[in-house]
């Protein structure tokens, strides 16, 4: 079969030829659409609920919401574990599933359990099933900045201007609006006031909500046309409020202006952001779908803040802290400069040691050829290109050129001696030079093929993480094996029209140093035979010392800091707290160009006693 793949290759040179063509297109095609992202996402299959319970203490939370939710999830087919967290006005409960598991079809069984014990639960109580998304789905981090503005008004426009517009990029999962003050409408009953007109707490809250809404109150025939009446009751300032009738009197109507006060208030807040040290922030948070191409949501989504800026009120900025494409970025590029560096090498070396250019430059060609076909392969299997995939690849760069380099020097080897010496064609002559090594090159490439396979059977979080090193591996070296068979000998014989067999001057001059070297080995066997196994027991020593990480270290250019305090501090000491943090880190540290404070969250289940402060440096400074 071998022979037959090598002997259409030789016959059909043009459609090898064009058959090169269509790789490299499509595999300059599947780079641009293969999912970029720094890490592979190791996160298991789960759906995350998030009830809000305002007012509820923990212990209410956990008996009347978190243990119904909680029974009512067991039992769904393929749940691997069921946890929760209840906390005051909060209930976290996540259900992770099988390694595997379509993620729609879990956010389904999970969503219509929820809904048949909605029913059951307190009526004042909201969320639900969060968003698609992963731990580690944060990809971009930007604060409003206004001198004019206060938070209320920064988190207003984040919520009703920067939010929505965000929420239609490609990949986004939500937007998560942290920090500053939500803005309300208070009223602050009179209860004298009330007393004296005789009207209860009841009545006013049943004016309150019955008044707060629009109706349709049919159509007018006017002539030939059709108008449609509606009564337009829905609350938009303080006055439309104040001017509610509570209790109706044919002369003087009593008003919610009479027996309560009127104002702009905030909702309850359980979490805040500061700034620099500067004082509380508004923080938009963008969470990335699950299987994200990192790299095109971040770029849609600072396109987007830059097409927003337009319509921002004057003075009105966004400051951005975080982005996980400075990441990707910096991860591909060290692959990138890798693999550049190993292919420039390894032409030097094909050159020293092959003595010709143009052999040098075939056998060199199969690297980029090699890549491509390994992308078009990822892409097919749903991989994404990561600093692990990328680098299984960086490292499969030497073994790539094996098949290679085998089959044209032999090439090179039987042009040289034949061409003088026989009349056979000089494209039969490389086909019999192909076919001689073809099965020793198959053998020795699926030999190490194989001894990548044992890293596929790991599970878990170790299969998730190394998994992909193994399968880049296995693609490049299929891929090399294939071309060095069918698209190598086409371009050799395409290339190397005058050859000769004179060894180089550096494998002339590595021969007169080794040939002694092997006559003294074979002289005294014993002594190759002790330094070895000297070597081997030295090697062992030295391993047992070295520093084992499970993980490779990420210098991204930025520190979070964790700041744990007590269980019964206030917010707002717990923010001070956070500015004191950050005014003492920008004195130490002067190359901190920003510093983002996060105390807790109304969206993501955090609580005062605990702050992130997401320090962001230069990457040449290191603390």
């Given at each position: 079969m071998?022979?037959k ?8 040179r ?8 269509i790789?490299?297109i499509?595999?300059?095609n599947s780079f641009?659409?293969l ?12 759906v995350?609920?998030i ?6 203490t ?8 978190t243990?119904?939710i ?16 209840s ?25 219509e ?17 969060a968003?698609m ?25 984040l919520?009703w ?9 490609p990949?986004?999962?939500d937007v998560?609006a ?34 707060n ?22 609350i ?10 509570v ?12 027996i ?7 909702l309850t ?9 500067q ?9 990335g ?10 770029e849609?989504?600072?396109q ?23 990441l990707?970025d910096?991860?591909v590029e ?7 560096e ?14 010709d ?13 090699a890549v ?15 600093l692990?995939s ?12 094996d098949?290679?380099?085998v ?25 019999r030079?192909?076919?001689?090594v073809?099965?020793?090159v198959t ?5 190490i ?16 993480l190394f998994?992909?090193v ?19 000998p ?7 029209k005058?050859?000769?067999?004179e060894?180089?001057?550096?494998v002339r ?9 092997l006559k003294?080995?074979?002289q ?6 002790f330094?070895?196994l ?5 090697m062992?020593v030295?391993?047992?010392?070295l520093?084992?990480s ?13 700041t744990?305090k ?8 717990s ?14 540290v ?22 992130y ?11």
């Amino acid at each position: 079969m071998l022979n037959k793949m090598i002997q259409f290759a030789l016959t059909q040179r043009l459609l090898m030829m064009m058959v090169t063509i269509i790789l490299v297109i499509a595999g300059w095609n599947s780079f641009q659409t293969l999912p970029i992202d720094a890490f592979p996402d190791v996160s298991t299959t789960q759906v995350k609920m998030i009830i809000k319970a305002p007012g509820m203490t923990p212990e209410e939370v956990e008996t009347r919401i978190t243990a119904p939710i909680e029974v009512e999830m067991l039992g769904i087919p393929k749940q691997n574990m069921l946890r929760s967290m209840s906390k005051y006005a909060l209930a976290d409960i996540t259900v992770d599933f099988e390694d595997g598991t379509d993620i729609y079809w879990a956010r389904q069984q999970v969503s219509e359990r929820l809904s048949a014990i909605w029913g059951d639960l307190p009526s004042d109580i909201g969320g639900g099933v969060a968003p698609m998304t992963t731990p580690l789905g944060e990809m971009f981090m930007f604060t409003i900045e206004s001198e004019q503005l206060s938070i209320m008004e920064k988190r207003s426009l984040l919520d009703w201007v920067l939010r929505p517009a965000l929420r239609t990029v490609p990949g986004v999962a939500d937007v998560n609006a942290l920090g500053g003050l939500v803005r309300t409408f208070e009223v602050t009953p009179d209860i004298t006031l009330m007393n004296a007109q005789g009207i209860t707490l009841d009545t006013l809250r049943t004016a309150l909500t019955e008044n707060n809404r629009n109706d349709g109150a049919g159509q007018l025939i006017d002539g030939e046309e059709t108008l449609l009446i509606r009564s337009d009751g829905s609350i938009k300032s303080l006055e439309d409020v104040g001017d509610i009738v509570v209790k109706a009197h044919p002369v003087e109507p009593v008003t919610i202006r009479d027996i309560a006060e009127v104002s702009i208030g905030s909702l309850t807040r359980y979490g805040g952001v500061t700034r620099n040290g500067q004082g509380e922030a508004v923080e938009g948070l963008v969470l990335g779908l699950r299987g994200a191409n990192a790299r095109e949501l971040v770029e849609g989504v600072s396109q987007k803040l830059d097409e927003l800026q337009s319509a921002l009120p004057e003075g009105v900025t966004t400051r951005v802290f975080y982005n996980r494409g400075d990441l990707v970025d910096r991860a591909v590029e060290t692959v990138g400069m890798a693999l550049g560096e190993a292919i420039v090498l390894v032409l030097i070396l094909l050159i020293l040691f092959l003595g010709d250019l143009r052999a040098a430059l075939t056998v060199a060609l199969i690297l980029p050829l090699a890549v491509l076909g390994t992308v078009i392969l990822m892409s097919q299997f749903n991989l994404s290109a990561n600093l692990m995939s990328l680098g299984g690849l960086a490292i499969a760069i030497g073994m790539l050129v094996d098949g290679a380099v085998v089959v044209v020097e032999n090439i090179v080897s039987e042009l040289s001696h034949k061409k003088k010496t026989t009349l056979l064609p000089r494209l039969h002559i490389i086909y019999r030079a192909v076919a001689d090594v073809a099965l020793p090159v198959t053998t020795g490439i699926i030999i190490i093929m194989v001894v990548f396979l044992p890293l596929l059977t790991l599970q878990g979080l170790e299969g998730k993480l190394f998994s992909p090193v193994a399968i880049t591996i296995v693609f490049a070296l299929g891929a090399s094996l294939i071309l060095s068979l069918t698209i190598i000998p086409v371009l050799a014989a395409t290339l190397l029209k005058n050859v000769s067999h004179e060894d180089p001057i550096l494998v002339r001059y590595l021969e007169k140093a080794y040939i002694p070297v092997l006559k003294y080995c074979l002289q005294f066997s014993k002594v190759p035979i002790f330094i070895a196994l000297a070597s081997l027991v030295l090697m062992t020593v030295l391993y047992l010392q070295l520093g084992k990480s499970f993980m490779p270290t990420m210098d991204e250019g930025n520190i979070i800091v964790q700041t744990e305090k007590l269980p019964s501090i206030d917010l707002d000491e717990s923010l001070r707290i956070d500015d004191l943090v950050a005014k003492a880190i920008i004195d130490k540290v002067p190359e901190v160009t920003g510093i983002v404070s996060r105390t807790g969250s109304d969206e993501i289940g955090l609580d005062p006693t605990v702050s992130y402060t997401h320090m962001t440096l230069p990457t040449i400074c290191s603390v």
